[in-house]
């Protein structure tokens, strides 16, 4: 055996079968991985918004008696969603010159400058990157940045109800859902009537997004 020996030969023997069997354990944990990657990016789909059934309702309490209530929409936007990964994007555009309460008078006084300064900043955006996930791959809450009269805050939108079907009118998925939020209008520089009408600003959001390609 020469230098080696009987000891250098069995050493360097063990050396290699572990080196083997290790090896065949990581190319298994690859395949693994690389597999669930696959799958994951499988799921991922995309979804324009459905416009005659996506809005956001506001409300705000006047003088502590009742609550002034409002409309924008329809609205614009799209979602990325991945319930393998429990991951996803969603962006969407306000026109906030549509204001709509029911009282044009109302609507007109929304609309300066002091208020929703419509002709300065005529959209407001929300994007939500960050997706909480329940059970059965349903959208608990969209966590993103608000984004109104030029100023960004933080701002999560927490799901009501969340459900995903096949529409046999688009024959096409539809996903979408109830969401609710809140801010404080003076975060975005509306401080006109505090405070005799509420900070607080509540809203409902209806969604349904119908999904691109596919079923």
Not at 9 to 16: I, K, Q
Not at 70 to 84: C, I, S, T
Not at 106 to 127: G, I, M, Q, S
Not at 131 to 138: A, I, K, S, V
């Amino acid at each position: 055996m020469g230098r080696w020996g009987h000891g250098g030969f069995r050493r360097v023997a063990l050396a290699a079968a572990c080196a083997l069997v290790w090896g065949t354990g990581g190319l298994a944990d690859a395949k693994a991985q690389a597999q669930a990657q696959a799958q994951a990016s499988d799921a991922a789909a995309q979804y324009v918004f459905d416009r005659t059934h996506t809005f956001v309702h506001f409300e705000v309490l006047h003088f502590d008696t009742a609550t002034i209530r409002g409309r924008f929409g329809p609205l614009d936007g799209q979602a990325e969603l991945n319930p393998v990964a429990r991951s996803g994007r969603v962006q969407v555009v306000v026109d906030v010159a549509q204001v709509s309460t029911g009282l044009p008078v109302l609507d007109a006084l929304l609309k300066r400058a002091d208020l929703l300064d419509t002709e300065a900043h005529p959209k407001a955006y929300f994007v939500g990157d960050t997706l909480d996930w329940g059970p059965e791959g349903r959208v608990t809450a969209v966590r993103g940045e608000f984004t109104l009269r030029g100023i960004s805050r933080p701002l999560t939108l927490q799901a009501q109800r969340w459900r995903c079907y096949f529409n046999p009118l688009f024959r096409r998925q539809v996903c979408g859902g109830d969401f609710v939020a809140e801010f404080k209008r003076s975060d975005f520089g509306i401080t006109h009537s505090l405070p005799f009408v509420a900070d607080t600003v509540r809203l409902t959001i209806q969604v349904e997004g119908i999904r691109e390609g596919g079923r």
